[in-house]
């Protein structure tokens, strides 16, 4: 899957925009696969998918290059607008699907 086409929205002035900081995805009018991929992982938060509705987009989001503090950024960011329950809800599933073992660690905290 890739989000490479998604145009900006019409009309919009391109020019009104500041320049991202040094190291952050250059737009230039197109979405980024790295945004795009965010941008998936925040509505299927939203949206209260399940298991299956992350695991296409981590598996996607890994290989555009998307890091584990953008995946919780993004959690951080949208918390105040789905909630902290949905945030409570996804964090697990999209943990697994990036490939976080999280019942090694509750053993570890047993230990």
Do not use: H, W
């Amino acid at each position: 899957m890739s989000y490479n086409n998604l145009d900006t929205p019409a009309g919009r002035d391109q020019g009104a925009l500041p320049n991202p900081p040094p190291g952050e995805p250059q737009c230039n009018g197109r979405t980024t696969d790295k945004l795009a991929y965010l941008a998936g992982i925040a509505a299927s938060v939203a949206l209260n998918l399940g298991i299956e509705g992350y695991t296409d987009l981590d598996i996607g989001a890994q290989q555009a290059g998307v890091r584990d503090d953008e995946v919780l950024g993004t959690l951080i960011a949208i918390a105040p607008i789905v909630g902290i329950p949905r945030i409570v809800s996804a964090a697990p599933l999209i943990a697994c699907t990036l490939g976080y073992d999280i019942d090694a660690d509750f053993e570890e905290l047993d230990e």
